[in-house]
Structure formats: structure tokens, C-alpha cells
């Protein structure tokens, strides 16, 4: 089912959660609400899902405006961080419920419900917990219950507020994994809140950043990694170094160094910066007359296949990291203090 939403606003109290948001999700869809926290995720959610009421603007549900439907007749399933399983049912209870709730005329057969329970259970790879009780799972596989608890119902949206929040790292890794994969096989339009962007961009289809109510950008993630809309997404989906300076007629001057600034070729004596992430920072060794930002090794770490380098400039314009290949680190030889030119290989101007 397709969802669309429609110059949404929300206000509590004088605070303004969300500030006319409008979005289209596509039936299928697996889409990431992203952004710092506050900026209004969970609220947005809340209202697609009847929870909340908007002060203004329509949600659409399969083209049809949602508002005069009750949470009930709205077929969306929800997981939250918190996992509210039932702690007195069984496992496989829990995954019964929704159905068992039904009215009389609505409700399958005890059989019918037996085998659907049976099946969430082996789609979620949980079979043999059927008879546990929540307590006695760990986080992972209460957060996989909760979820087979919500397609039991088999809604037609299903929303996960921050699914695997409260979970460490490894975990949290494995679900992420195995919720994309299960969404490919059954293709519900599904809506995720994460202020994680290893998370977004690992398993969405779209990401919708969000900042103080607004909707900054909309995109597959490789388009919005590859190409933010503005500072904002920038900073918020990697580390990013900042080269502050001035544009002019396409050129931005920083530190000494011009850069390119195609997109702004008509600009004037303004105050830009320019904006490049670490792995994007050709690094060497100095050498007099060479074309770029002279900084010196402050400290290296090289774990694994990547080195970061923490870079100190020259000009006391503060740290630059760099990341390269540890094999190129290793051919480099570098020692801590010695002097370096970087120079960015990528990097994009925003004029302020
Ligand atoms: P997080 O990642 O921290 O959950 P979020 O992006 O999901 O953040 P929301 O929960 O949507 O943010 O909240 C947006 C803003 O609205 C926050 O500043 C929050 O304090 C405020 N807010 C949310 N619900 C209410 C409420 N019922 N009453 C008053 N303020 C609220």
C-alpha cells in the first residue's frame, strides 16, 4: 500500500514538531525516517499510524485520506524499541494475539491461527521458542517476535520505531541484515525511525533526513551519501572536514589553496566552505612547492584495512582527518610530526 503525506504540521505547545512535511512512500517500499534526535521521526510516525493527529495537512493511504480512519482499520503493524511483548504469554502466544482479538466474524479458525503463528515462527527463524516466554529470549530475539507479532495481522504498512535501539552493535548488525532480507521476500511498504546512518544506509531503499521538523532530503542512499542537499546532511551522514574561506566566480580560497566551486560560478566575494570527507583526501609527503594543504602528523591509527590519520594544519585552522589504505600507509611510511600535503580529491562548496 502506498502512504503519502501532505503538508503535515504538529505543534506541541508553542514547540513546532514537524513543519508542513511532505512525503510520498511508494507501495513496497522499505524507507528510513532519519535524523537527530527530536527532529520529529517518531512523531511523523506516530501520525501515518493514527496515533497522533496532525494539527494540519492529510495522510494518504492507498490514495485514500486516512484522517477518519481509527488506528484499527488502518492495517498497520508497529514494532518499537521497547519490546512490548505481552510477558505472561507464551512465545507463541504473543504471535497469536492479534488474531485471537479479532471480532468473531473476522477471527481464522484455531487451526487457521495455529499454522499462521507456526509459519511467523519459522520466518523469523524462531521456531523452537514457542513455548518460552519473552524473559527468557534476549533482546534480538524478542525484537524478531515482536515483529512477527505485527505481520501476524498481516498489515498492509508496517512502521518499526528505532526496532533494534536498545541492542549492542553485533546484533543490531544481524537484524538490520536479516530485516532487509525479510522485507524483500514479503514486500510490505515499510517505514523504519533511526538516528543511526550506518543503519539507513545499509538497508533502506530511501532515506528521508530529517532536521527540526523539516525534511532536508530525499534519496536512495548511495544519491544522498554521494551528493547531500545541504551542510546539514553532510555533517550528519559521515565525518566530514571543513574548509572555511571565501568564493568567487566558481573558486573558493581556503587556507592558501583554491579549490573549484563549479556550482557556483556566479558567486561574488562570499563566504563558503568546503566540505570533504576524510576518505576523499589525497595524502603525501611534503615536499617544497607542492600544491595543497601542508598539515602535520599528529597521530595515525591503523586497524585493519583502513588508516585514519589525524592531520594538524599548518595555518591553526584545527584537525583534518584523512582516511587512506593501510597499504598505502604502510608504503608511506610515516612517522608522528611529519610534515604532510593533503589536497581533496572530491569535495563540495556550500556558499553560507
Ligand atoms: P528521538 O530520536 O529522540 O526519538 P524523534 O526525532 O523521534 O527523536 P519526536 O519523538 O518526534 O522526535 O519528537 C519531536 C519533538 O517533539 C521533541 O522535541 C519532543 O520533545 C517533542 N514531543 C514529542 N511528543 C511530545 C508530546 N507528547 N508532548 C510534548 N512534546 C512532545
Avoid at 527530536?38 to 493514527?50: N, S, V, Y
Avoid at 541492542?167 to 543490531?172: G, I, Q, Y
Avoid at 568567487?248 to 566540505?275: K, S, T
Wanted: proline fraction near 4%.
Amino acid at each position: 500500500m502506498s502512504i503519502e503525506v501532505k503538508n503535515i504540521s504538529k505543534r506541541f505547545g508553542q514547540f513546532v514538531a514537524l513543519d508542513q512535511v511532505s512525503l510520498a512512500f511508494a507501495s513496497g517500499e522499505l524507507t528510513a525516517l532519519l535524523g537527530p534526535s527530536g527532529c520529529g521521526k517518531t512523531t511523523l510516525l506516530r501520525i501515518i499510524a493514527g496515533l497522533e493527529a496532525q494539527d494540519s495537512g492529510q495522510v494518504l493511504l492507498a490514495g485514500e485520506d486516512a484522517s477518519a480512519r481509527h488506528v484499527r482499520e488502518r492495517q498497520v503493524g508497529f514494532v518499537f524499541q521497547h519490546y512490548a511483548l505481552f510477558k505472561h504469554m507464551t512465545v507463541f502466544e504473543n504471535i497469536a494475539f492479534g488474531l485471537r482479538v479479532k471480532p468473531r466474524s473476522q477471527r481464522p479458525s484455531e487451526s487457521a491461527i495455529r499454522e499462521k503463528v507456526r509459519s511467523l515462527l519459522d520466518l523469523v527463524q524462531l521456531d523452537w521458542l514457542a513455548d518460552h516466554y519473552p524473559p527468557q529470549l534476549s533482546g534480538g530475539q524478542r525484537q524478531r517476535i515482536a515483529l512477527a507479532r505485527a505481520l501476524a495481522v498481516e498489515p498492509r504498512v508496517l512502521l518499526l520505531d528505532e526496532p533494534f535501539g536498545a541492542l549492542d552493535a553485533k546484533v543490531r548488525k544481524e537484524l538490520r541484515r536479516w530485516l532487509r532480507r525479510l522485507h524483500d521476500e514479503l514486500q510490505v511498504t515499510s517505514i523504519f525511525v533511526t538516528h543511526d546512518q550506518e543503519e539507513a544506509l545499509e538497508v533502506a531503499d530511501r532515506i528521508v533526513l530529517m532536521n527540526q521538523g523539516k525534511v532536508e532530503q530525499v534519496g536512495a542512499p548511495q544519491q544522498v551519501y554521494e551528493h547531500p542537499a545541504s551542510p546539514f546532511v553532510y555533517g550528519f551522514l559521515g565525518n566530514v572536514n571543513l574548509f572555511h574561506g571565501r568564493v568567487h566566480r566558481g573558486v573558493l580560497e581556503a587556507g592558501g589553496v583554491a579549490f573549484d566551486a563549479p556550482n557556483h560560478a556566479a558567486a561574488q566575494d562570499a563566504a563558503g566552505i568546503g566540505y570533504v570527507r576524510p576518505h576523499d583526501l589525497e595524502v603525501e609527503r611534503y615536499a617544497a612547492g607542492a600544491d595543497g594543504i601542508v598539515v602535520q602528523l599528529k597521530r595515525a591509527h591503523a586497524i585493519g584495512p583502513l588508516a585514519q590519520l589525524e592531520l594538524e594544519r599548518n595555518d591553526d585552522a584545527g584537525l583534518i582527518e584523512a582516511v587512506i589504505s593501510s597499504e598505502r600507509f604502510g608504503q608511506l611510511n610515516l612517522k608522528d610530526g611529519e610534515t604532510l600535503v593533503v589536497r581533496p580529491r572530491r569535495l563540495q562548496v556550500f556558499v553560507e
